[in-house]
């Protein structure tokens, strides 16, 4: 019954519809999504993803006639160097598919008008689009999973998911035959998954699986941590109402198809899930492969939305107010498994929500803030983040409202109880967003020693002085960065009396020129 329900969300919606520094102002970021495995050597990358957007709108109406989105993909900053060959190989797979893209919008935008003007009150935008998921990325092997969708006016759209698997070192994209020691032990093995996991749909008369993994073309597949996934488009053994068929071939259940050497993984992990599509992993530690869906639906018209996340049939719902979710599996070292929804709230407000898989599925709590996201300007509106690869350290992004609105990070770890904790202080802010202020009166500092985290004495800023909104903790204390590189630190609290941020007493936007809050 739930493959039915995929499919049919599926087509309802067609219908509708790391390891390197970074110098940050000065500052230098720690090391962070390289996590060192005893197991052969074999350590996670960071990967970052992202997407670009263009459109055309009818002019009077500003309403969407077409409109593209293509992923990118690359490796963190200073990774392009130490796996080149990965590197072109991701930029080359961008160009194409950003060159794809974009022709399908200027091929297809006067036909779009011409719809569009003939009736567009029943007018859905023309559309093709492609989001990235990474299933796999450590020193051995990197894994994207594309998923693309396509319309073009009528009944519904075409939907369709790709795989590009890659040798990290080398950058050389891995076939079907690289990886797997027998293909008809391959091709026995998916039919067994189908008969298991998909045994409510009614298959064509005429497919032949073993034909099928035979011709490495007609197949799209992930090599992922757990095994291998295979993806089977709408009618390529079903029709298109009965959605996609993914079949996950586990290292545990089928110990002799995957070659060996592809077995070997880091002792932690993050895989990117893709919303309400069947994700195959065994979370009750019973060697055989649990089925779970990562879903939800959004608020809408000030109804409230649901997180919803399924294994082996037995759902778990919970109410949330949100305007957008992503979904990333995360197993742990010490064999826990969970999954991380990073929620859209309202002004661009992020919450990363814990859900644990051990017994059930139960929520472990929260923290503010989201994956690492950098808006990149131009005119293809590109928005790229940080994919969480490694648990053992990752980036979380939220806005700090101490001296201005500055959005800022901090480096997080997956806790004993699954909840991401920190033992940074200080937020990095983004380079893009600090501040310069003006003193406009005297202000007594603490010279501040951010490597040791001490004071070391006391140093008077000048009125007229220029003083760079260095960090904050976003509680207590706000550091400011002096002209010749000194970092001070002021104590800034919310005076609930006044209703104001003071610094001793008085009112900061009286001690700072060129403090700014967002409304």
């Not at 200073?78 to 797979?93: C, F, H, V, W």
């Not at 990197?142 to 950058?171: A, P, Q, R």
């Not at 009396?497 to 700072?512: K, P, Q, R, T």
């Amino acid at each position: 019954m739930i493959k039915r329900i995929f499919a049919l969300m599926i087509s309802a919606f067609m219908i509708l519809t790391i390891t390197a520094c970074k110098k940050v102002d000065n500052k230098v970021e720690p090391e962070i999504g390289t996590q060192h495995d005893a197991n052969d050597g074999i350590k996670t990358i960071q990967i970052i993803t992202g997407e670009g957007y263009k459109e055309e709108y009818d002019e009077d109406s500003y309403d969407t006639i077409i409109k593209v989105a293509y992923p990118v993909v690359m490796l963190y900053y200073g990774d392009e160097n130490n796996y080149s060959g990965l590197s072109k190989a991701l930029e080359d797979n961008n160009k194409s598919e950003k060159e794809y893209l974009l022709n399908f919008l200027n091929e297809n935008k006067d036909y779009a008008t011409e719809c569009y003007l003939e009736g567009n009150e029943y007018f859905s935008p023309f559309e093709s689009s492609v989001t990235s998921y990474v299933r796999r990325a450590d020193t051995q092997v990197t894994s994207i999973l594309y998923f693309g969708y396509e319309y073009t006016g009528g009944v519904h759209g075409n939907y369709y998911y790709y795989g590009k698997n890659y040798d990290t070192k080398s950058g050389k994209e891995l076939v079907l035959s690289d990886v797997i020691n027998d293909k008809d032990k391959l091709a026995k093995a998916v039919s067994e998954q189908l008969d298991k996991h998909w045994s409510d749909i009614e298959f064509n008369e005429s497919f032949d699986i073993a034909e099928i993994i035979n011709d490495e073309t007609a197949i799209s597949w992930t090599l992922d941590y757990n095994g291998i996934t295979i993806y089977f488009m709408p009618y390529s053994i079903a029709s298109y109402a009965s959605g996609v068929q993914i079949v996950t071939i586990s290292n545990e259940e089928y110990p002799d198809v995957l070659k060996a050497e592809y077995k070997n993984t880091p002792s932690s992990y993050g895989i990117e899930l893709s919303s309400d599509t069947p994700f195959y992993y065994d979370v009750t530690g019973d060697g055989v492969i649990d089925e779970i869906f990562a879903g939800g639906y959004e608020s809408n018209e000030g109804d409230s939305g649901c997180i919803d996340i399924t294994v082996n049939g037995e759902s778990f719902e919970e109410e949330e107010w949100f305007y957008g979710y992503d979904a990333t599996f995360v197993h742990t070292a010490d064999g826990k498994n969970y999954i991380y929804y990073e929620i859209l709230r309202e002004n661009d407000y992020r919450e990363t929500v814990c859900y644990d898989l051990s017994y059930g599925v139960k929520k472990a709590g929260s923290v503010d803030g989201g994956l690492r996201r950098i808006y990149h300007e131009g005119g293809d509106f590109l928005t790229t983040q940080d994919a969480l690869t490694n648990p053992e350290g990752f980036y979380l992004k939220q806005t700090t409202q101490k001296l201005s609105t500055v959005s800022g990070y901090k480096e997080y770890r997956t806790g004993d109880d699954g909840i991401p904790v920190t033992d940074d202080t200080y937020f990095i802010f983004d380079e893009e967003s600090t501040f310069t202020f003006t003193l406009l009166q005297d202000l007594e500092a603490e010279v501040y020693d951010e490597k040791k985290n001490t004071v070391n004495g006391n140093k008077t800023l000048k009125a007229g002085d220029e003083v760079l909104y260095y960090s904050t903790d976003n509680e207590r204390f706000a550091l400011l960065k002096c002209s010749d590189g000194t970092i001070c630190r002021v104590e800034a609290v919310y005076d609930s009396d006044l209703g104001y941020i003071a610094i001793d007493g008085v009112n900061i936007e009286e001690i700072f020129d060129g403090i700014i809050f967002a409304g």
